[in-house]
C-alpha cells in the first residue's frame, strides 16, 4: 500500500532500489520490493520517468526500469558538497545527460536554486576558466565545458516560474570572459522571481551614447511590464 508515503519519500527509495541493480527491474517487482501496490507505483514510475530521473527499456518480452546517469539520492542542504563532486566529475567528461539529470534531480529534490548556483555551478564555471588559463584544456573543449554549463542554467531557468511583475532587472556583460558570471547571476535572480533581461557582452556597445541608449531600453521594459499587469 501507498498510504504513509509521499512523492518524495517514494523517490528516495525507488532510486536507491534502482542504483542497487544492474541489469534493471521490473515494475511488478519494484512493486513487491516497495510495498506498494501496481496502480500507484506506476503513476509513479511515469512521473520519475518524465522527469528525466528513470528511463524503461525493453529487454526480450519484460520492461525493466534503471536510474538515468546522473540521478542520486538527494537530500538538502547536506547534499551540496556532494551535488557538487558529482557535477565537476561529469563536466570534465564532458557529459551533459548525466549533468542534466543531475541538475533536474536536485531540482525535484526541493534544492534552494540561488545556493545551486553559488555552490555547484558558479564554482564549476571558475574552475573551467583555470583549467583553459593552465593550459590542461583547449578553446573547443573550454567552449563545450561552457555550453554544457549554459545547459544547466537553462533548465533551472525553466523550472522557475512564479514570476513578479514589479521585480525587473537588466543584467549585462562589461566582456566577455565574465559573460558566464553574467548569465549564472541572471538565473540567480530569475530562481527569486525577478523577471531578467539578459543583455550579453555590451564591451564593443559602450560609447558615448551607451548611457542614454541604455535608459531608453530601461524606460521600454517598465512601460511593458505596467501593460502586463
Not at 508515503?5 to 532510486?15: C, G, P, Q, W
Not at 512564479?162 to 547571476?185: F, H
Amino acid at each position: 500500500m501507498a498510504r504513509g508515503y509521499d512523492a518524495s519519500e517514494i523517490k528516495y527509495r525507488l532510486i536507491k532500489l534502482l542504483h542497487d541493480s544492474k541489469t534493471g527491474i521490473s515494475g511488478t517487482e519494484i512493486s513487491q520490493r516497495l510495498g506498494i501496490n501496481r496502480i500507484t507505483i506506476t503513476k509513479y514510475l511515469n512521473i520519475f520517468s518524465a522527469e528525466g530521473i528513470i528511463s524503461e527499456k525493453s529487454i526480450g518480452n519484460v520492461n525493466l526500469w534503471f536510474v538515468q546517469e546522473g540521478t542520486e539520492q538527494l537530500k538538502f542542504p547536506d547534499d551540496y558538497f556532494r551535488v557538487s563532486d558529482k557535477y565537476t566529475e561529469y563536466l570534465t567528461k564532458c557529459s551533459e545527460s548525466a549533468i542534466n539529470n543531475l541538475i533536474r534531480n536536485c531540482l525535484n529534490s526541493e534544492v534552494n536554486a540561488i545556493r545551486l548556483m553559488t555552490e555547484v555551478i558558479q564554482p564549476a564555471a571558475s574552475q573551467i576558466q583555470k583549467k583553459f588559463d593552465d593550459g590542461k584544456i583547449g578553446k573547443i573543449e573550454e567552449q563545450l565545458m561552457k555550453n554544457i554549463l549554459l545547459k544547466s542554467i537553462q533548465i533551472i531557468n525553466f523550472h522557475s516560474q512564479n514570476l513578479e511583475n514589479e521585480k525587473n532587472t537588466i543584467i549585462i556583460s562589461s566582456d566577455n570572459q565574465s559573460l558566464l558570471d553574467a548569465q549564472i547571476a541572471s538565473a540567480a535572480y530569475h530562481s527569486q522571481g525577478w523577471n531578467t533581461f539578459f543583455v550579453g557582452d555590451l564591451s564593443l556597445s559602450m560609447d558615448i551614447l551607451f548611457d542614454l541608449e541604455l535608459t531608453k531600453l530601461l524606460s521600454k521594459i517598465w512601460k511593458l511590464k505596467q501593460c502586463n499587469r
